[in-house]
């Protein structure tokens, strides 16, 4: 069989508040470095480091922009466009005090510049210069996104300056759609909190809960006040209602012990800087959402020069980086977790990822090796261990390190850790134990959600087409394979599956018309181009089939498909023997795709594995 396969704004403004639901991971770990990024030179003229700029801003390399527009500008200082773009590099890398001096500059030219102006507000919070900040806010630029942000800033800095009469009245400005309520209401609430008026914290802060118990940040905010207040009680009912519904994540677990062994919670905010930096967290977050990645890092890099240790903040702003395909930078961010954040842990399982990713696999082992070392009992570093070496093929030992995580599980609830059966049956397939694959992943079927559709349709897809492959429970295959089109009509490998147990049927025009589907949505894919190849072949369309093989060959197959491919090349198919199906099997109705199928779920850590190919 071939290896399996990895997978990998201000509207809805409860998204400003969410953040990842990721496994707990409450242990914590020393702060690791981490390479220094990548050196860039310079060009040697004006028109080289502008073009390289441009590239690299294309690219979403922040780093090279701004090192090149840096470049830039020194070449054509007078440049007002040349500056703006190298102003918004600037920031993006980080390097805020330059980019604070491009500001300077760029609002003596343009004083509506709204970014500019922005920056320079922020400088003038993070100083305690609150009249000069809202001076700077109230130059920006208009609109629904400017307001909102000029107005949350505008009433931290009279928080800041201690005028909370004042503050609530800027807040209270903001009004709109309902999670425009939500969100007034929970920065209210912390202005309250934070200059002393407790009753109107506790009026702002519970209505922001009751009109959203699933966002954590609010959860957080109401339970931290309500903890702080002499309330225990209700903080504790907050966090677990919404630890029932999204289970174990780490600041949930990390407030509930405490408050279970009788510990204080800090205030969630303890100053007008912090304050604003959520402001801007909240921003960054809801752009990273939307696919927003650049405005999103520029948001959360200045909530970061409020607030460094703000560990969402960072935790999101490496998530982003991730996602902009900068794995090196994301690293360097992750690193600067605070030891004290619940998020800790996380962020160092992430670095040993992260350095799979950048093909530093045995770095990754390594690292997560000693990391497991050092927290043995943790679930989540032993099977994102095992996730890295399932990743570079050392199934037998991530089948090894995935057994000792199931073996932690105790009398935790075996649904919430489905994918380490899921993970352990992949790595018995592929070590050749089938008997122990199958068993696991009939395990990780029976356990996985329903609201977890992706997953569903990646074990039914996997368990099931292993089942054609070795020609076994063909007909139970063949419904399986159809339940997993019908949760995920769109995944090509799915569809591959559900075109090659057509093959094995011997219903070679089923199988091209499923194929055929597969090869549109994953034409790179050389186990769906040989799978074709056979469809077509068998269906007395040799010269296609032909074409399909070779085509499959030059996609790099595993070597052990490759030989196979190099044979039918020479000598096509050999004669047709009788298919392991019933002879009677009538062709089942297609499944009707469903309109608008919902969100997938993915399994955590490496992705999902897909099991296709023959």
Known sequence: MPAPRRGRALAALALLLTVSTAPALAARLPVREVAPPQSYEPADSLEGNFLAAYIAGASRDTAAAATYYREAVKGDPRNAELLERSFVALLADGSLPEAFRAAEKLTQRDGANGLAQLALGVQKIKAKQYGAARQNLQRGGKGAAADLTSTLLTAWSYAGAGDGKKALETINKLKGERYYNVFRDYHAGLIAALVGDKVEAERRLKSAYDSDRNTLRIVDAYGRFEAESGRPDLAVAAYQEFDNVLPRHPIVRDAL????????LTPLINSAQEGAAEVLYGLGSAGTSQGDELPAVVYLRLALYLAPEHSLALLTLADTLERMKAPDRANEVFARMPASSPLKLNADIQIGL?????GKGEEAITHLDQVAKTYPNDIDVISALGNVQRSRKKYAESAQTYTKAIDLIGDQ???NYWTLYYFRGTSYERAKEWPKAE???????????????????QVLNYLAYSWVDQNQNIDEAFRMLKQAVDLQPRDGMIIDSLGWAYYRLGRWDDAVRELEKA??????????????????WRAGRRLEGKFQWQHAKDLNPEPEDLAKI???LKDGLPELEKPAATADSQPAPQPEMPKGAPAPTE??????ETKSGG
Not at 257 to 264: F, N, S, Y
Not at 519 to 536: M, Q
């Open 257 to 264: 012990d405490k408050l279970k062994a009788g510990k204080p």
């Open 354 to 358: 992260n350095l799979e990713q950048m």
């Open 413 to 415: 609830p075996a649904r």
């Open 439 to 457: 068993a696991d992943l009939k395990k990780a079927l029976e356990l996985v959600p329903t609201t977890q559709p992706n997953g569903r349709a």
């Open 519 to 536: 090869i549109e949505l994953k034409p790179g894919d050389p186990t769906i181009n040989d799978h074709l190849g056979d469809a077509y």
């Open 566 to 568: 190099e044979a039918k």
């Open 603 to 608: 399994p955590p850590a490496m992705g999902t």
